[in-house]
């Protein structure tokens, strides 16, 4: 049973530059969420897809913030002309689709550096 | 609006002591989740559980406790013979129930314990 998988674990880069990373949820799971911790702070909710749709964004993504889920399965988080203030922990998150109540499991996150 | 408060934001306990974490939430809606992750410092968030507004028992699996009382908007969390392993930021969250589709996660800042041996 495979959990949340996220490429790359770290990331350096400098001011200007564009990253990209990625997140495979747990394979039955149809939601997917990704999220931005910064030291000291508890995730704060960036995006939220189902299946390929991307039916939420919070205004923390500004436009330089681009989110994809082309197929429904794994997902992409861009970062173009990267900041300083961009360092952060990005958490992936999936959840199965319930009627309910569900709970959202966690990736190892990718922990990005701006110099 | 949802939030959720961990007044403590760091706690140092000696092995074998018991620590409780504290977690006070605000919330509008009569139906709401209730969460508990751990974050060791690999970075990963552990999901621990899982209450629902409706489900006020108290739950215990092996060390851990948790107190969920509505009356107080609390939900905390109880380690008992606490262990160096435990040693972690833990983090309460709370959830609405499902709007648009989804539930909208609110996480608190986290609580750093450690456990020293």
């Known amino acids: 049973d495979t959990g949340v998988s996220q490429d790359p674990r770290h990331k350096i880069t400098k001011r200007g530059q564009n990253v990209t990373f990625r997140c495979d949820p747990i394979s039955e799971h149809n939601r997917l969420y990704w999220y931005r911790q910064t030291l000291g702070q508890g995730p704060e909710f960036l995006t939220y897809f189902q299946n390929e749709a991307q039916l939420e964004k919070s205004r923390l993504l500004s436009d330089r913030f681009s989110a994809e889920r082309p197929k429904g399965s794994f997902s992409t988080l861009e970062i173009q002309r990267t900041e300083q203030g961009d360092s952060a922990m990005y958490l992936c998150a999936s959840s199965p689709r319930t009627l309910v109540q569900e709970t959202q499991y966690f990736g190892p996150g990718t922990r990005l550096l701006v110099l | 609006a949802q939030k959720v408060t961990q007044a403590q934001t760091e706690i140092s306990v000696v092995e074998k002591e018991d620590v409780t974490l504290d977690c006070v939430y605000e919330?509008?809606?009569?139906?709401?989740?209730l969460f508990w992750y751990k974050q060791p410092p690999s970075g990963e968030l552990v999901f621990l559980i899982r209450?629902?507004?409706?489900?006020?028992q108290n739950e215990i699996s092996g060390r851990y406790s948790w107190n969920f009382q509505k009356s107080t908007s609390s939900f905390n969390f109880t380690i008992t013979a606490s262990q160096v392993v435990d040693s972690a930021v833990y983090f309460c969250?709370?959830?609405?129930?499902?709007?648009?589709?989804?539930?909208?996660?609110?996480f608190g800042i986290g609580t750093k314990l450690q456990v020293i041996p």
């Open positions: 919330t509008r809606d009569t139906t709401y989740y």
């Open positions: 209450r629902n507004s409706f489900d006020e």
């Open positions: 969250a709370l959830s609405e129930a499902p709007s648009g589709g989804y539930q909208k996660v609110t």
